[in-house]
Structure formats: structure tokens, C-alpha cells
């Protein structure tokens, strides 16, 4: 983590982060038989902040360390699509990552909803306010978004995937908490503020999930995956970027919480 005076925090802070009914059929996605794979969703998808981009992605910053390009390598499926951006919103899945989507499609994986919800805002407030109530108070709206607003959001999106790829088996994949509460951490935001994000997280998680079984899509729950490697965890190495350089990655998966963290959530078999 590079710690760096409030004021050179506002500028460096504001690059960061997370910087629609068809059904498809259910199943246990260990147990996937399709063979062509889409990698749809945000920064958590492309793989910002696990290195290794693809120069030809542009802003999107897909990592060839990202967990689709991972699954892809180990699994070779007849096709693999990798649209996820760095910075789409649900908006944005549903417009500009689709298109590889049809009916041959036999895997899709996905995050979205965090963009939506303002979290690059969140953080960016959380991280430069001198007070816990402003912070707080940024979170708290985005939780009235993600309950009153986010769900139609995510049906739009998810009702588009279930008319283009009707067959798929779509993995819903969740958000891990940012932090390990009464942790290691003695810098940075309070106790107050970090449990209040937390709290935000598993808001979001909830409403994805609800959503992701309304489609009959599968979701998975990334906490359990990272639990124990979030920051303030003590693990000398955690799977999240804290606050860091450059400050686009910080607050996302590095590499070992894309391979250990979320490839793991995927199939075990193409």
C-alpha cells in the first residue's frame, strides 16, 4: 500500500476502481457441457489490477492473469470471447459485450452491478474524507441505489443474455468484502467505515443473487473464496489491493485473488 498526503489522494483517488426474461437452463456448473465460453462484466472481470494486460484492450485492462483467460487456458474451449471492461456498468455489459453471445454459447460468466452503485465514488470518498460520517453517508446512497434501482438494472442485463445465448449456463459471480473486520489494519480508513463497505458488499451480493435466481442463472458467493485474504486479513500477501500505485488497481483482486480466488468459482470441467 503507498500512502500518499491527503490532498495528492483526491487527484490520485478518482481513477480508481471498478476504473435484463429468457430462462436458460439450470445446472450444476461443474458439470458444464458447452464448449464456447463469453467472459462478460467490470474491472473485476477484465482482471485490473493482476497485471499482464493486453496492450490491444485499451482502458478495458483484460489480464491474461484475469480468471476467464485462466479457465480458457486451462479448459480450451472450442471459442472463448473475453469482452469484460474495466469501468462497465450494466448499461454497458448489455450494449457493447453481448455480441458474441448466441445459441452455441455454453458458458458465460459475469460481474456487474458495483459501477452502477457509485463504489469507485465510495472509495474515493472513504479514502479522503477526514471524517467517518462522510463516508458513511456515501455509502448508505449507494445501498439505497443498489436496493430501489440496481434490480431492474440486472434483470435488463440478464434478459438479454437469456435471449442471445438461451442454452448457456450463465455463472453469476459475487463481489468478495473488501476487508477483514478488528483486523490487522492500524492506517487508513476507520473500523466504522470499513464495516459499513462491507455491509454495502453484502448488499450488493444479496440483490445479485436474487437476481441471478430469478433468471435461473448460478450464482457464486466469492466470500468464501477469500476469506481470510482480504485487506487487513494479515495475510503479508492479500488477494485485494489496498490503496496502491498504480491507483486504478486499488481496491480490486491482484493475481492470486483472480486464480485463487475467483477461478475456483467456475466449472471444473468445459
Not at 480468471?67 to 480458457?72: D, G, I, N, S
Not at 474495466?86 to 458474441?100: H, Y
Not at 440496481?150 to 450463465?170: C, E, Q, T
Not at 486504478?248 to 477461478?263: F, M, R
Request: glycine share 8%; net charge neutral; aromatic share 8%.
Amino acid at each position: 500500500m503507498t500512502i500518499q498526503p491527503r490532498a495528492a489522494l483526491l487527484g490520485a483517488v478518482t481513477a480508481l476502481l471498478l476504473t435484463g426474461t429468457a430462462t436458460t437452463a439450470t445446472a450444476d456448473p461443474a458439470t458444464v457441457t458447452g464448449s464456447r465460453y463469453v467472459a462478460l462484466g467490470d474491472s473485476y472481470s477484465s482482471g485490473l489490477g493482476a497485471g499482464s494486460y493486453d496492450f490491444g484492450s485499451g482502458q478495458c485492462k483484460r489480464s491474461a492473469r484475469a480468471y476467464p483467460a485462466l479457465w480458457a487456458k486451462a479448459h480450451s474451449p472450442k471459442s472463448f470471447s473475453f469482452t469484460a471492461c474495466s469501468g462497465a456498468t450494466t448499461e454497458d455489459v448489455r450494449n457493447s459485450q453481448l455480441g458474441p453471445l448466441s445459441r452455441q454459447t455454453g458458458l458465460v460468466s459475469i460481474t456487474a452491478g458495483a459501477n452502477d452503485a457509485g463504489f469507485a465514488q465510495v472509495m474515493q470518498n472513504c479514502a479522503v474524507s477526514p471524517d467517518d460520517g462522510a463516508c458513511v453517508e456515501r455509502v448508505n446512497e449507494a445501498r439505497a441505489f443498489i436496493e430501489d434501482v440496481l434490480p431492474d438494472k440486472l434483470d435488463k442485463l440478464y434478459d438479454a443474455i437469456g435471449r442471445r445465448a438461451p442454452a448457456s449456463r450463465v455463472v453469476v459471480l459475487g463481489y468478495p468484502r473488501l476487508y477483514k473486520l478488528n483486523g490487522s489494519c492500524r492506517i487508513g480508513i476507520s473500523e466504522r467505515s470499513r464495516t459499513a463497505i462491507d455491509r454495502a458488499e453484502d448488499e450488493l451480493n444479496a440483490v445479485t443473487a436474487k437476481a441471478a435466481d430469478r433468471h435461473r442463472f448460478v450464482f457464486r458467493d466469492a466470500n468464501s473464496s477469500f476469506a481470510g485474504h482480504e485487506i487487513c486479513s494479515g495475510d503479508p500477501h492479500p488477494w485485494l489491493h489496498s490503496l496502491t500505485f498504480p491507483v486504478e488497481e486499488s481496491y480490486h483482486p491482484t493475481a492470486d485473488g483472480q486464480s485463487h480466488g475467483y477461478l475456483p468459482l467456475l466449472p471444473s470441467h468445459a
